[in-house]
């Protein structure tokens, strides 16, 4: 969302927007090594917390750190939104019956409330940072905003 310049959303549609350490741990050594990332610590409607350990099941999961610590913190916080784009992530959290959107769900809940004018540059523009989007889940979006 930092690279396309609508970080905002999080805190304009989350009273709270918390990581796990895993995460801010992965955005920070990313940010040291050039990658375009926020500095974490300059963005205070952003919480750090550790998950309460780990399900067994998420222990054993095909997972990096950083997901499966989103994953525990979602199952421990009640009446959270899980964002997760990757989609072995997503799965679990299904499984889990977690409530979860990712940055597309968030791009389209902008467009429909207004927050940004057309979803389909922002779509290119993720495109050209290399994120994964298929021609038909561009098409389901697109259909989503009313575009």
């Known amino acids: 969302m930092h690279q396309i310049g609508l970080l905002n959303l999080l805190a304009e549609f989350y009273s709270r927007t918390?990581?796990?350490p895993a995460v801010a741990d992965e955005?920070?050594?990313?940010?040291?090594?050039?990658?375009?990332l926020p500095d974490i610590s300059a963005l205070p409607w952003l919480?750090?917390?550790?998950?309460?350990?780990?399900d067994k099941a998420l222990i054993l999961a095909q997972l990096g750190a950083g997901e499966k610590d989103v994953l525990?913190?979602?199952?421990?916080v009640p009446g959270v939104v899980v964002v997760l784009d990757?989609?072995?992530?997503?799965?679990?959290a299904a499984s889990l019956k977690l409530t979860f959107t990712g940055t597309l769900g968030i791009l389209v809940r902008a467009?429909?409330?207004?927050?940004?004018?057309?979803?389909?540059?922002?779509?290119e523009h993720l495109h050209r940072?290399?994120?994964?989007?298929?021609?038909?889940?561009?098409?389901?979006?697109?259909?989503?905003?009313?575009?």
């Open 18 to 20: 918390i990581i796990p």
């Open 27 to 36: 955005l920070e050594r990313s940010r040291l090594l050039g990658v375009d």
């Open 47 to 54: 919480t750090i917390q550790a998950p309460k350990g780990l």
């Open 72 to 76: 525990a913190l979602g199952s421990q």
């Open 86 to 92: 990757e989609r072995l992530g997503r799965l679990y």
């Open 111 to 123: 467009k429909v409330e207004g927050r940004i004018p057309r979803i389909g540059p922002v779509l």
């Open 129 to 147: 940072l290399g994120f994964p989007l298929s021609a038909r889940t561009r098409a389901a979006v697109l259909k989503q905003a009313g575009e």
